[in-house]
């Protein structure tokens, strides 16, 4: 995801990379890290499956993201929510076609490591503990959305709407994919 869309504050970018990982995070029931061969690290996935239990059971995540989300939304005024309403919009209807064992909720690879493989790489290892589960995640026009078209995933739902943030005429296209591991 490109933050320096919405803002030139390299503070604001921060702060909502952080509301996004301890979101996302508080969501998950598997969390999986990459580090190149001198330990940095260049990539995570997060992703919720159904009857297990939530790595994060306390609150501070929780309560993190509710206070940056109530800010956000007075800044985005009538966009506030957008984003997850044409999602959930999406998914309710999906869900009435297909059953899904999870969802892919974060999956984030450092911009220099880029094309190395470590998007790759954390796909395959979160294939190997979930072989068989059918997932599905969110994705728009301001992520690399193709990486999914490219490992395999089928888009299944597409809306094109208003960008947040930005002037009228400027829209973007909110994904659906899905996959079985």
């Keep these: 995801m490109n933050f320096d869309r919405y803002s ?7 702060i909502y ?11 998950a029931t598997i969390a999986l890290g990459a580090y190149d061969d001198d330990d940095n690290f260049c990539g995570a996935v997060f ?11 306390g609150c ?20 506030s929510g957008v984003y997850d309403q044409v999602n959930g919009f999406m998914l309710k209807e999906l869900k009435s076609k ?12 450092d911009p220099d490591t880029k094309g190395q493989g470590t998007g790759t790489k954390l796909l395959d290892a979160l294939s190997k503990r979930y072989t068989g589960k059918k997932i599905y995640v969110f994705t728009d026009t301001n992520c690399s959305y193709q990486f999914y078209e490219h490992r ?6 597409e809306a094109e ?15 659906i994919y899905n996959k079985t591991l």
């Excluded at 030139?8 to 921060?14: D, G, I, P």
Aim: hydrophobic share 40%; charged share 30%; glycine share 6%.
């Design 161 to 175: 709407v208003h960008e947040p943030g930005q002037s009228a005429d400027q829209k973007m296209k909110y994904f």
């Design 47 to 57: 992703a919720g499956f159904n009857n297990e239990v939530l790595i994060d059971q």
């Design 98 to 109: 297909m059953d899904f064992d999870g969802e892919l909720m974060l999956f984030a690879v």
């Design 17 to 27: 990379a952080e509301y996004v990982v301890r979101d996302e995070y508080s969501k």
């Design 8 to 14: 030139s504050s390299k503070v604001q970018n921060r």
């Design 152 to 157: 395999g995933f089928d888009r299944c739902a």
């Design 60 to 79: 501070l995540n929780r309560s993190y993201s509710k206070v940056v989300e109530s800010i956000m939304n007075i800044g985005f005024d009538a966009d």
